[in-house]
């Protein structure tokens, strides 16, 4: 459809001899154009088509050309917009490149848009609703117009041409309408491969791109030559030199002798399947190093039905199998150290409501099948806790739950059924969390420390009975000095006293009263072993009276300057813990006396926590606590077992030259009463 004024005009015809020079000089310029922009590379169609406006222009006597092209404006709509021009008058202001037909000429763009050619030989014989594109035209200078709208395939216009005349107005006829209509599809060609190819270019970009940012190179077998195609991704995975020429034999060269079949048989898939066939398999470099590569290809089909291409990529996931080598060598040195360690592992997830238990787990307590779904297998652990153990171990499981400690460990007795009683070492942490702290998901193992804890029980009371034999053997012993040996070196003093007496002059009577002396210390010293052998008066008058009185006999003995803080006790003490804390406090005064440097100490006993707690502390030379030397070893050693036997704790805060403090904490009822 044409739109054409309403002023009728007579269309001349010349049939002079330039004018049918000039008529064939315009068809052997369309004839040229239609050749010249048939294989035109991309870049240069903008040049050649604003060219081609100029000759066109100047064969046919026109001052103007423009050509607009479809864009998208800002909120979405379309409009057509300037992007070649010619004008051959530089005394008249040239349209802008970039502008916009929807503010200049927004009638003529709907005409344009509708697929309407506009062929006025006077602005006069516009419509009334194309007065602003008329004034518009004025302003630029222009007399008459011809716009043809352009498309392709017969699809909605995307373009439009326009030639003006600025000195004189003229006609269009149809005939020329219809040639300068070539001329515009010529353009309309050329601009749509431009942009085809642009498409292309930037899709190939954008995949290269993304290629790149994967480190994937990209690859293309043609059957027919047995070539690749490879991107320098591709060449720098595989090793190939710039302009070597890869092939099949050359590609499969670099493939490890021991992949080689399996690389084969992928491609042969690949070449029957429509599916994407992938396959991992090792390279050898000509340096001699292997990588690992990973590649997936598609084969592309011929009309024939026959594989035509075979298109891919491959990545090099050298790393990737490296660190599967060593999380595989990882987990099974886990898993060889579980099974030496006979570790039961255990995964609660709170969030999905489930738990995993190893087979170790399942036997170690002895879960039915039938409850193991869900949390049933957490509910059967809780419910065979030992009773006297189920409140310390379910509360030391809340604080790590809370976030109150980061790992728990404890040792409780077990009860699984049809078994008998278990001790189990158990260590667990909270694996994930949720925004309010809530534990999601937690893991665990358990040990069976039924042996050990035997060996212990056993430990213990062979430890029990030495220390009880050794204090009977002690017992024994005081007795025998204290009633045996001391009564008869009192007799003896007696004696000699009495033949001191009856010596007839002062010589013998001195060196009897020398002998008398030396007996009644030596029966003093044969008292006081006898009471460190076994303290009497801790069974008589109780551990605080025991200690006082050991302080005092050593303070009389001027080996110490003793201070002593000594508080009230329950009256309910067992004998085992008094006795404990008095061999505490012995071999303590003991290490003073005799490696400390220092005569001056303080003992202190007061209840702490149920129990009693007695403090040993010098200001000596110190020691390092960890390493203790030869003579204070078997001391230590001594006071740590004891302590154990009655379920005390021992510590020991010494360091070189800032003294030493022995701390011993026993319960009450520790022992017998």
């Known amino acids: 459809m044409v739109y054409r004024g309403h002023v009728s005009r007579i269309e001349h015809t010349p049939h002079s001899a330039a004018h049918a020079e000039n008529r064939l000089e315009f068809e052997a310029l369309i004839s040229d154009l239609s050749s010249r922009f048939i294989n035109l590379p991309p870049d240069e169609v903008d040049d050649e088509i604003e060219d ?11 001052d103007l050309s423009a050509l607009w092209e479809e864009t998208a404006a800002a909120d979405g709509t379309l409009t057509l917009t300037l992007t070649h021009f010619y004008g051959s008058r530089e005394d008249l202001l040239p349209p802008m490149r970039g502008m916009s037909a929807q503010e200049y000429f927004p009638w003529l763009q709907l005409e344009m848009l509708a697929g309407r050619i506009v062929a006025v030989s006077s602005l006069d014989e516009l419509p009334e609703p194309a007065a602003f594109d008329r004034d518009n035209l004025r302003l630029f200078g222009v007399k008459s117009n011809l716009t043809v709208p352009l498309s392709v395939g017969g699809a909605s216009p995307v373009a439009a041409l326009g030639f003006n005349t600025t000195r004189a107005e003229r006609d269009w006829p149809d005939a020329l309408v219809r040639r300068l209509q070539l001329v515009a599809q010529v353009f309309t060609n050329a601009l749509a491969r431009k942009r085809a190819d642009e498409a292309l270019r930037e899709s190939e970009e954008r995949l290269a791109l993304a290629a790149d940012s994967a480190e994937a190179g990209l690859w293309i077998l043609d059957h027919a030559t047995e070539v690749f195609w490879v991107t320098e991704r591709t060449r720098m995975i595989f090793g190939y030199a710039p302009h070597e020429v890869v092939d099949v034999e050359c590609f499969m060269s670099v493939v490890h002798p021991e992949d080689r079949d399996l690389v084969r048989e992928a491609m042969e898939r690949a070449e029957q399947a429509s599916e994407p066939v992938s396959t991992e398999y090792r390279i050898l470099l000509g340096d001699g190093r292997v990588r690992w590569v990973s590649s997936r290809g598609r084969a592309r089909f011929a009309s024939t039905g026959e594989p035509d291409r075979l298109m891919g990529v491959s990545i090099d996931i050298t790393e990737r199998m490296r660190a599967q080598g060593a999380l595989r060598e990882s987990e099974a040195r886990l898993e060889a150290g579980v099974e030496l360690a006979g570790l039961a592992f255990y ?11 190893d087979d170790r ?17 957490l509910e059967f652990w809780i419910e065979h806790l030992h009773p006297d153990d ?53 893991y665990g193992v358990l040990r069976d420390i039924t042996g050990r804890k035997r060996a212990e029980d056993e430990l213990r009371d062979l430890s029990q009975r030495l220390i009880g034999a050794h204090e009977e053997e002690r017992a024994l012993l005081a007795r025998e000095l204290h009633d045996d040996v001391s009564q008869r070196l009192a007799v003896l003093a007696i004696d000699v006293g009495r033949a001191e007496l009856a010596a007839p002059d002062k010589v013998p009577a001195a060196a009897m009263q020398e002998v008398r002396s030396g007996l009644v210390r030596l029966s003093e010293d044969i008292h006081s072993l006898a009471y460190q052998l076994h303290p009497s008066v801790l069974e008589e008058l109780g551990l605080v009276e025991a200690l006082r009185t050991e302080c005092e006999r050593r303070g009389r003995q001027g080996q110490l300057d003793l201070s002593l803080d000594l508080d009230s006790l329950p009256t309910a003490i067992g004998k085992d813990a008094a006795l404990c804390l008095f061999r505490v406090a012995q071999e303590a005064l003991n290490n003073v006396a005799r490696h400390a440097g220092v005569r001056a100490a303080r003992v202190t006993l007061r209840p702490m926590d149920g129990g009693l707690l007695l403090a040993v502390s010098d200001g000596g030379v110190g020691f390092d606590a960890e390493h203790p030397g030869e003579g204070m070893h078997l001391g230590l050693a001594s006071m740590r077992e004891r302590v154990r036997l009655v379920d005390g704790t021992l510590d020991i805060e010494s360091a070189p030259d800032r003294g030493t403090t022995i701390l011993a904490w026993v319960p009450a009822g520790g022992g017998s009463q």
């Not at 081609?52 to 026109?62: F, K």
């Not at 787990?361 to 297998?377: K, M, N, S, T, V």
């Not at 790590?400 to 980061?406: C, N, S, T, V, Y």
């Open 52 to 62: 081609a406006q100029r000759r066109v222009c100047e064969v046919l006597g026109v």
């Open 347 to 357: 995964e609660v997830d709170f969030d999905e409501g489930s738990v995993y238990v």
């Open 361 to 377: 787990f399942r036997d170690l307590c002895g879960i039915p099948p039938e409850r193991e779904q869900g949390l049933q297998a």
């Open 390 to 442: 189920r409140p310390r171990v379910l509360n030391a499981r809340q604080q790590l739950h809370d976030g109150e400690m980061e790992q728990l460990f404890v040792e409780y007795r077990f009860l699984p059924p049809c078994q008998g009683q278990k001790w189990i070492q158990h260590s667990a942490r909270v694996a994930t969390r949720d925004a309010t702290g809530r534990t999601l998901k937690s």
